[in-house]
């Protein structure tokens, strides 16, 4: 097996439920190892590495971002998290596949931007929705014209709540619904936006708090601007009725709608209306995480371009400092921990 061909060798950050989807069942599907894991608990590590086949346990995260074997870094911490380990991460020479957003506000993620420049290493925030053919094909009809000029973009991003004692409730691990999940509907917007004459400028913005927790975002709807004149209304919330994650896109002579853009492998479906008549494309159930991991790897060991890279991480950080100043809270705090 040539060196292109061999399997990253993985380590894992903390032992998050997201990571049995997002990182264990696509590395299990394309032939990648899980070396390593570490949690602040050990036993949770060793629990989560008997359950998804990790190799190893290490003692702590800097044991893990040290570990000779590892050559990326899976980061699936706290919001307030991703920021401090990815540059510790980058700084050891390794690879960093980051959960959303990179880092707490923009200042972090440019911190974050200059650790990739100085490691040369590759580097990516996990958008995986971006991967998967539903969003592949939405692109290109939105860019084959059969929409005519577009007009309105809109993304809603909404789930019931979490627990209360969820981290992403906590304002001091940079939690929040914008920072969940509204960072997908502005980063859809924003690569929906070289259809639109280039990416959205804020308009406005309005939020709701959760319960009693000051500047922590139950709901924030953003409305947005783009160069061509489109407009563009982004909608999340924390603490929805049901789960909702749908992209539209409304031009002169048409619509198209991905029912499920955030998860697309969960519904694959696609629906155009124009002056020609409806249909409904189905794009697939392969995981948005495996296409994500297959682009990472052949990133990594091959060099082959990434559509997104730190410097669109900050662009879209900035966005959402934006938006949380426009709707009366601060941006999110770097990490004290």
């Given at each position: 097996m040539s060196p ?5 060798r993985i380590g ?6 997201i ?11 394309l032939g990648?190892?899980?070396v390593?894991v570490?949690a602040?608990d050990r036993?949770?590590?060793e629990?989560?590495?008997q359950e998804?086949?990790?190799?190893r346990?290490?003692?702590?995260y800097a044991?893990?971002i040290a570990?000779?074997?590892v050559?990326?870094?899976y980061?699936?911490?706290?919001n307030g998290?991703?920021?401090p ?6 700084q050891?020479?390794?690879h ?5 957003p990179?880092a707490?506000n ?6 974050v931007g ?13 958008f995986h929705?971006?991967f998967?053919?539903v ?7 939105a860019e084959?014209?059969e929409?005519g000029?577009?007009e309105?973009?809109a ?10 004692a969820?981290?992403?409730w ?10 969940d999940?509204?960072c997908y509907g502005l980063?859809a917007?924003?690569m929906?936006?070289r259809?639109?004459?280039?990416p ?5 913005a ?9 500047d ?13 004149g ?8 924390m603490a929805?009725?049901e ?11 048409g619509?198209?709608?991905?029912h ?14 124009t ?7 189905t ?15 052949s ?8 559509p997104?890279d730190?410097?669109?991480a900050?662009?879209?950080?900035r ?15 770097a990490s004290?921990h």
């Amino acid at each position: 097996m040539s060196p292109l061909e061999e399997p990253l060798r993985i380590g894992v950050l903390g032992a998050a439920r997201i990571s049995g989807r997002s990182i264990v069942a696509p590395a299990a599907t394309l032939g990648h190892r899980l070396v390593a894991v570490a949690a602040r608990d050990r036993r949770r590590a060793e629990a989560f590495a008997q359950e998804h086949g990790v190799e190893r346990v290490v003692g702590s995260y800097a044991d893990l971002i040290a570990d000779p074997e590892v050559d990326v870094v899976y980061n699936p911490l706290p919001n307030g998290l991703h920021g401090p380990w990815n540059i510790r991460a980058l700084q050891a020479g390794k690879h960093v596949l980051s959960e959303k957003p990179s880092a707490s506000n923009a200042e972090e993620a440019a911190a974050v931007g200059e650790a990739v420049r100085k490691a040369g290493t590759t580097f990516m925030e996990a958008f995986h929705y971006l991967f998967h053919p539903v969003t592949q094909r939405l692109l290109a009809i939105a860019e084959s014209g059969e929409l005519g000029r577009i007009e309105h973009i809109a993304t809603v991003v909404a789930i019931p709540p979490p627990s209360d004692a969820d981290p992403r409730w906590s304002l001091a691990l940079a939690g929040g619904a914008m920072m969940d999940l509204g960072c997908y509907g502005l980063h859809a917007q924003r690569m929906m936006g070289r259809f639109a004459g280039g990416p959205p400028e804020l308009v406005s913005a309005r939020a709701g708090i959760h319960r009693d927790l000051t500047d922590v975002d139950e709901w924030l709807n953003a409305e947005l601007a783009f160069p061509g004149g489109a407009t563009g209304s982004a909608r999340c919330h924390m603490a929805y009725g049901e789960v909702e994650m749908t992209l539209r896109i409304v031009g002169t002579e048409g619509e198209a709608v991905a029912h499920n853009f955030v998860l697309p492998h969960m519904d694959d479906r696609l629906s155009i209306t124009t002056r020609s008549g409806s249909r409904v494309e189905t794009l697939g159930e392969r995981s948005s995480y495996t296409y994500q991991l297959e682009a990472f790897a052949s990133a990594v060991r091959m060099g082959t371009p990434l559509p997104i890279d730190s410097d669109d991480a900050v662009s879209n950080m900035r966005l959402i400092d934006a938006c949380y100043q426009a709707a009366g809270m601060p941006p999110r705090p770097a990490s004290a921990h």
